[in-house]
T-cell receptor, first 114, second 114 residues
């Protein structure tokens, strides 16, 4: 079956602009996660959804970052007033339910802020 | 403060030999450990995992060893194949309420030479 998909695969924007990154999880997976991978680092947790609600957004760097999952499936990560330091690969993952050991990752969106 | 450390940024081995990738952690609340493999332009894919109640888990060519007293785990690949060339991430998960959140190391780039 289809894996986690993310669009766009690459996004180049200018400092100060607004961007939206989309994640389509595996069908039937109730848990969804966003991670950010900066150059030379491992993925870092941003936010976790169980169903439609954000159960833990403690990893979001600041209030410029926001994520939604209105129907419990597709999720959108929104970044306002982008800064050069936001440049990274944004990874989405899903799992069948919370606490399941394996999270399935998408290919990521590479965000470049000029 | 890195709670999961992969101190070797890269490792090069000959095809057919053993690859040993190491990982150290500092937080004794971690109770489950995972290895992910990542090819360029793809998301991390789950490889193998181990619970803190075990000291070894084997899956085909891949074996993970856990030394809780030393807070150390290692991934052994025998025999190594050129297709194993990738970045390997060690990840850890808390017990209890935050059991959805993975904490990753920085990764080790494995190159298997034909």
């Amino acid at each position: 079956g289809a894996g986690v998909s993310q669009t766009p695969s690459n996004k180049v924007t200018e400092k100060g602009k607004y961007v939206e990154l989309r994640c389509d999880p595996i069908s039937g997976h109730t848990a969804l996660y966003w991670y950010r991978q900066s150059l030379g680092q491992g993925p870092e947790f941003l936010i976790y959804f169980q169903g439609t609600g954000a159960a833990d957004d403690s990893g979001l760097p600041n209030d410029r970052f926001f994520a939604v999952r209105p129907e419990g499936s597709v999720s959108t990560l929104k970044i306002q007033r982008t800064e050069r330091g936001d440049s990274a690969v944004y990874l989405c993952a899903s799992s069948l339910r919370t606490g399941v050991n394996e999270q399935f990752f998408g290919p990521g969106t590479r965000l470049t802020v000029l | 403060d890195q709670q999961v450390k992969q101190n070797s940024p890269s490792l090069s081995v000959q095809e057919g030999r053993i690859s040993i990738l190491n990982c150290d952690y500092t937080n004794s609340m971690f109770d489950y450990f995972l290895w992910y493999k990542k090819y360029p332009a793809e998301g991390p894919t789950f490889l193998i995992s181990i619970s803190s109640i075990k000291d070894k888990n084997e899956d085909g060519r891949f074996t993970v060893f856990l030394n809780k007293s030393a807070k150390h785990l290692s991934l052994h690949i025998v025999p190594s194949q050129p297709g194993d060339s990738a970045v390997y991430f060690c990840a850890a998960r808390y017990s209890g309420g935050s059991n959805y959140k993975l904490t990753f190391g920085k990764g080790t780039l494995l190159t298997v030479n034909p």
